[in-house]
C-alpha cells in the first residue's frame, strides 16, 4: 500500500504543479474510512486498482481500432496530395511558428511527442510525408503508447487532474487533498443525481452561430436561453461566437455588421424580446470564432470554457458539442462543469456523405462525432433518430415555438374565406438555407418529376445560402417553376398568406420551420423520415414516401384548408413545453453515471485528443484554420486568416444528381 501511494505522489511530482502533501497511510485510512474502518483499507485499494486493469484490455483494443482508422486517414491525407494542392500550398507558406511541431507546439499538461522533422518551411511533400508518418505510427510507436497508457491508468488522479483548476483539490480550509481524498470526492460525485430543476443553478448555453445569423443554432439556443431564465430560481449565460469585421460581412444578412459585442449583444435582447414578448433575464457573453467558409459554419478560436468563470460553472448545455469540440483544445466540459447535456442540431455525417470522397469522410466524422461527444458529455440529447447513433444518448424533440406564430395561427383559424373559398391567398413554398444538402435536390426531383406527368404547380423558396445562385441557374436549366426570394422572417406578414409547407429535406434533424408553419396554421407536407417523427401526430401533417404520394398529398392540401389546431397540438409546440421536455431529459440518474472502466477510458481518449490538437501542423492538416488553438487577448484581437480549409475540405460544391 505504501508502494502505490508512493507511485501516485511520484508521478505527481513530475508535473510542473505543486506536489500534494503526502499524509501518512494511516492518517488518509482515518480521513476517508474512519478510525473503526481503517483496517479495511487494504480491500478498497484493490478495488481501486481492479478497474484500471480491466481497462488497459478495452484501451489496448481501442488503440488498435484508432491504429487502422489513422491508416485510412494516411491513405486519404496521400491521396489528396495531388486533389488539395491549394490547402498543401497555404501550409507550405505558413508561418514557420504554425508548422513548426516539436514538443513546446503541444499543449502544456500533454505528453504527445511529434516528429521534429516536421519543421517549416519544408516542400509540400516532405509535410506530407511526416504527416503520414505521425498517423501511421510504427510498432515501435504503438509499444511506447501502450506502455504510456499503462502508466496513465495507474496514475488515474494525475489524467484527470491533468490541466485543471486545482482549487477543486483542496479541502474546506484550502489544503490540498491526498489522493485517496480526492477519489473519495469524486466516487460522491460520480453517484449525484443532478437534476436542472434544483433550486439556484447556474447554467451555460453554449452554441455556434449567433444573430442576425437566421440559422437554427443561432435561434432555437437563445429562445431556450429565454424560457429556461423564467424561471427565477435560475441563472442562465448564453455564451455565442464573437466574428471579425471581415467574417461578419459574409455571414450577417443586409451588410448588417458590429463594432463591439455590446452592440450584438443589444441586437440580440431586443429581437428575442420582441419574438418572446417578455423581457429576458439572462447573461450574454462571446468567445472568439471564425467562419470557415469551406464548411459552411463558425469554429471556436481557443477554449471557449475561459469565457464562464469558475464560480459560475455549475451546468453546460453544449448546442451542436460535436462542432464545438472537433477541434476543441483546452478544458474538458466534464472537468469544469458538474454537469453537461449536448444537445444534437445538424446531421454532420450525412453532409459528409454527400460530398467527394464521401463514404470515407462520413465513416470517419462519425466516429470523432461519438469520441467528442462522449469525452465532454455526461448526456447527449438528439432531436431526432434521424442522426448517427452516439454514446449516453438519449432522443426527444426539445424544440419549440414562440408564442407570436401560435398567435398567426390562431388568427387565421378565426378568419373569414376570401372570394376563392380559401382563407390563405397565397399557395406554396419552401423555406431553408439554400445549398443543395438542405432540402434542395430532393425539392428539385420532386417537381421534376411532377413537371413530366403535366403538373405544373409554382413554389417560392425563401433563403440564403451559398448554392443560391447555382440552384437558381439549375431550375431555368430543368425548366422547373420556382422562385428563389432571397432570406425572409418566417414570421413576416407575407409569409402569413402560405396555404402549404414542404420539406422534402433528409438531412434535416428536425427542422424549426416545419414547427413554425404548424403553429402558423398551414399544411406542412414532410417526408416519413425519422426527422419528422414528432410532427406526424398533428392533423395538418401530411407524409408521404414516393413521388407520386407527394403529388397526391399536395393536391389535397391545395384543394382544402387546414384544421384549425386543437389546444393539446398548441401546447406540443410552445417553447415552455419543450423546456419541460428539456428539463426532465436532461435529468442525471445513479445509472446515467459512467463507471470507473468507462471514466478511464474517458480521460484517455481526451488527453489523446487533446494532445492531437495541440499541435499546430496537424489542426492546419484537417481544417481547424491557422492560429486558433489559442486563445486571442481580447475578443477584438483575433483576425481570421484567410485559407483553403484541410484535407477533408477540399471538395466541389455538393451538386444535383444530374450535374455530378
Known amino acids: 500500500m505504501q508502494a502505490i501511494n508512493s507511485t501516485f505522489n511520484s508521478s505527481l511530482a513530475s508535473s510542473s504543479r505543486p506536489l500534494f502533501p503526502t499524509p501518512s497511510l494511516r492518517t488518509q485510512a482515518k480521513q476517508i474510512l474512519g478510525p473503526d474502518q481503517a483496517k479495511s483499507l487494504e480491500a478498497a485499494a484493490s478495488q481501486i486498482m481492479a478497474a484500471p486493469k480491466k481497462t488497459l484490455q478495452t484501451c489496448q483494443r481501442t488503440l488498435e481500432n484508432c491504429h487502422e482508422n489513422f ?260 478544458r474538458r466540459w466534464t472537468d469544469k462543469f458538474n454537469h453537461v447535456v449536448g444537445i444534437i442540431h445538424t446531421n454532420y455525417t450525412d453532409y459528409a456523405r454527400r460530398e467527394e470522397g464521401g463514404a470515407i469522410k462520413s465513416e470517419l466524422l462519425g466516429q470523432v462525432n461519438n469520441l467528442v461527444t462522449r469525452v465532454h458529455c455526461h448526456k447527449v440529447v438528439k432531436l431526432s433518430d434521424a442522426v448517427q447513433p452516439l454514446s449516453r444518448q438519449t432522443t426527444q424533440f426539445v424544440h419549440g415555438v414562440p408564442q407570436s406564430f401560435l398567435a398567426v395561427g390562431e388568427k387565421k383559424a378565426k378568419a373569414q374565406p376570401l372570394p376563392s373559398g380559401s382563407r390563405f391567398e397565397r399557395g406554396v413554398y419552401f423555406m431553408g438555407k439554400a445549398i443543395w444538402a438542405k432540402g434542395y435536390t430532393e425539392l428539385l426531383d420532386l417537381v421534376e418529376k411532377q413537371v413530366k406527368r403535366g403538373q405544373h404547380i409554382p413554389i417560392d423558396c425563401y433563403g440564403n445560402g451559398e448554392d443560391l445562385e447555382e440552384l437558381k441557374q439549375t431550375a431555368v436549366q430543368r425548366k422547373l417553376d420556382l422562385k428563389f426570394h432571397g432570406a425572409k422572417d418566417h414570421l413576416d406578414p407575407t409569409m402569413h398568406e402560405y396555404k402549404v409547407f414542404i420539406n422534402p429535406s433528409k438531412s434535416d434533424v428536425v427542422a424549426t420551420t416545419t414547427a413554425e408553419a404548424l403553429a402558423m396554421g398551414k399544411w406542412v407536407i414532410v417526408l416519413d423520415h425519422p426527422s419528422n417523427q414528432f410532427f406526424t401526430g398533428f392533423s395538418n401533417c401530411l407524409t408521404y414516401k414516393t413521388p407520386e404520394e407527394f403529388s397526391s398529398k399536395l393536391s389535397l392540401a391545395l384543394s382544402t384548408d387546414p384544421k384549425p389546431m386543437s389546444a393539446e397540438e398548441r401546447r406540443r409546440l410552445t417553447w415552455e413545453d419543450a423546456t419541460e421536455r428539456f428539463l426532465d431529459v436532461a435529468e442525471i440518474t445513479e445509472k446515467d453515471q459512467p463507471n470507473r472502466v468507462e471514466e478511464a477510458f474517458d480521460n484517455l481518449a481526451w488527453r489523446t485528443h487533446n494532445a492531437f490538437t495541440g499541435v499546430e501542423a496537424l489542426r492546419n492538416a484537417v481544417g481547424a484554420g491557422i492560429n486558433t488553438r489559442d486563445n486571442p487577448t481580447s475578443l477584438e484581437d483575433f483576425v481570421p486568416v484567410e485559407d483553403s480549409g484541410g484535407f477533408f475540405d477540399r471538395r466541389a460544391n455538393v451538386v444535383a444528381p444530374a450535374q455530378k
Open 71 to 330: 491508416q485510412m486517414l494516411g491513405t486519404l491525407l496521400q491521396h489528396n496530395l495531388h486533389t488539395s494542392l491549394p490547402v498543401t500550398q497555404a501550409l507550405t507558406k505558413a508561418p514557420a511558428s504554425l508548422a513548426a511541431t516539436d514538443q513546446h507546439s503541444a499543449a502544456p499538461n500533454t505528453t504527445f511527442t511529434t516528429k521534429s522533422a516536421v519543421v517549416a518551411p519544408i516542400s509540400t511533400q516532405q509535410q506530407m510525408v511526416t504527416a503520414g508518418r505521425v498517423l501511421n505510427m510504427d510498432s515501435e510507436s504503438q509499444q511506447r503508447d501502450l506502455a504510456a497508457i499503462e502508466q496513465a491508468l495507474g496514475e488515474i488522479h494525475e489524467a484527470e487532474s491533468s490541466g485543471q483548476d486545482h482549487s477543486h483539490a483542496l479541502d474546506s480550509e484550502g489544503r490540498p487533498l491526498s489522493f485517496l481524498q480526492q477519489l473519495r470526492k469524486r466516487e460522491k460525485r460520480r453517484k449525484k443525481r443532478s437534476s436542472l430543476r434544483d433550486p439556484g443553478r447556474q447554467v451555460a448555453i453554449v452554441t455556434t452561430a449567433a444573430l442576425p445569423w437566421m440559422t437554427g443554432t443561432a435561434v432555437n439556443p437563445l429562445l431556450r436561453a429565454a424560457y429556461m431564465a423564467k424561471d427565477s430560481d435560475r441563472k442562465v449565460t448564453l455564451l455565442i461566437p464573437w466574428l471579425a469585421d471581415a467574417d461578419q460581412r459574409v455571414v450577417y444578412p443586409n451588410n448588417l455588421t458590429f463594432e463591439t459585442p455590446e452592440q450584438q449583444e443589444d441586437y440580440v435582447r431586443k429581437w428575442v424580446e420582441k419574438r418572446t414578448g417578455f423581457d429576458c433575464n439572462f447573461k450574454v457573453k462571446f468567445y472568439p470564432g471564425r467562419y470557415a467558409k469551406e464548411k459552411m459554419s463558425i469554429l471556436p478560436v481557443g477554449d471557449p470554457t475561459q469565457y464562464i468563470p469558475d464560480s459560475e460553472a455549475d451546468v453546460a448545455v453544449l448546442e451542436e458539442p460535436e462542432h464545438l469540440n472537433w477541434y476543441h483544445h483546452g
